[in-house]
DNA sequence: CGAATGTCAGATAAACTGATATGT
DNA sequence: CACATATCAGTTTATCTGACATTC
């Protein structure tokens, strides 16, 4: 009823839900990566690097959604232990253009494996056209918030091109 | 096709999708509430005691997604901006039952609203209808890896009874 | 110059684990 | 005793901001 001045009972609040849906999501991840010994953000970086080979640390960042910062670092650990490599100069340019290496690509695919195992469990109780009307609102409701909040709107200047 | 083996294209991964919104929603919160100088784990648990008044500190944990340890400093922050107060002891058990104060509850209102304006942009490409489906499949998907985490299953041991 | 990138350094926020004490 | 609670202390993780050099 006002909705116009409160977010209504907790149950209905989307950032609760969100909430709470993250949570699960995060720790069963979590126990799903750890025989790996990899983090979620590793994981995320691996998985982008799959998809999109030759991506650099800023790019990898904005599709992340985190800072070239924290993706350095990130890139640092998965660099260390040989899952990633990147030339140490470059021809033209500042960017560096990271690939998996052998052992990277073997890793991901173990680690994309147990991923699917815990998103297909999480979306089980719901039908293929459920699902896909989810990921669409969902995907929706974020860019309406990045559209509308003005320094999240200039955050990631260029989308990822193919998402 | 081969969804037995990856999470396929990221666009249409859950924990992309997922992050996504997490992550706009948060900054946008952020956003909304830094005027009021509270972070979102302290309106959050404001919330919390404005729709359930004189829960204790593990309860408002639990709430909230967190350990007790977690929601102990938030709630010490809390009180020594005057915005809750506790019994320093009680009659009766351990619990120490969590109240906002007066001022509290005027903060509370406050930003009560701004997150909901917050949300309300974040729904608004949604009709209504559209809005409580996204809502509650995205329960029944948190519930369904709750359910087949077992470290999770028992983490929450009772789950907020009215939620 | 301005803009994007890579990277170093330090700071912070928010969570965690472990341990201890109290109360039923 | 088992169990839930509160809380102290230390730690970790994933972020962030600031600064500076490099390259177009």
Redesign the pocket.
Known sequence: MCQEETVGQLDQAVGYVLKRAGVALRAAMDVALRPLEL???QYACLELLGQRPGQ????LARGTF?????M??V??GLQERGLVSRPATTA?????PTQLTPHGQRVLRTASTAVGRVQRRMLAPLTFDEQQRLLHDLATCADALTDTTPHLACAW?SPPPSW
């Open positions: 983090t979620v953000p650099s640390n800023a790019e985190v800072t070239r910062q924290s350095n670092q890139l640092r033209h340019g500042r960017a560096l200047p």
